[in-house]
Nanobody, 127 residues
Framework: QVQPVESGGGLVQAGGSLRLSCADP????????MGWFRQAPGKEREFVGA????????YYRDSVKGRFFISRDNAKNTVYLQMNSLKPEDTAAYYC????????????????????WGQGTQVTVSS
């Protein structure tokens, strides 16, 4: 399968903002829930947020609620992660991924639910 491609990572000071993009060239992009995950060195990959196929429902881990926002543009096969008020603990490699089932939100926070992953983009937040 063709992999999504993340971009937009970088180095930012605490309190700053970044917007990550994930271009998924798959022909069926609009049929799938998309998720964002992150992984810090020495830690397991963790759920950040997810958005349903229509972009009408979003879900976030508690630590990013009110700071991170997910959106998607199905015409561009792209999903975004707007990150505001960044903290040093947000430092990680960020990955987007496609849900394993069409038009499903089942187990949206579980790594194993997603079958197609990008290579990741690094986000580093300095204090």
């Amino acid at each position: 399968q063709v992999q999504p491609v993340e971009s937009g990572g970088g180095l930012v000071q605490a309190g700053g903002s970044l917007r990550l993009s994930c271009a998924d060239p798959g022909l069926s992009f609009a049929l799938y829930t998309m998720g964002w995950f992150r992984q810090a060195p020495g830690k397991e990959r963790e759920f950040v947020g997810a958005i349903d196929r229509r972009g009408t429902q979003t879900y976030y881990r508690d630590s990013v609620k009110g700071r991170f926002f997910i959106s998607r543009d199905n015409a561009k096969n792209t999903v975004y992660l707007q990150m505001n008020s960044l903290k040093p603990e947000d430092t990680a490699a960020y990955y987007c991924a496609r849900h394993s089932s069409i038009d499903s939100l089942a187990d949206y926070a579980e790594v194993m639910t997603y079958t197609t992953w990008g290579q990741g983009t690094q986000v580093t937040v300095s204090s």
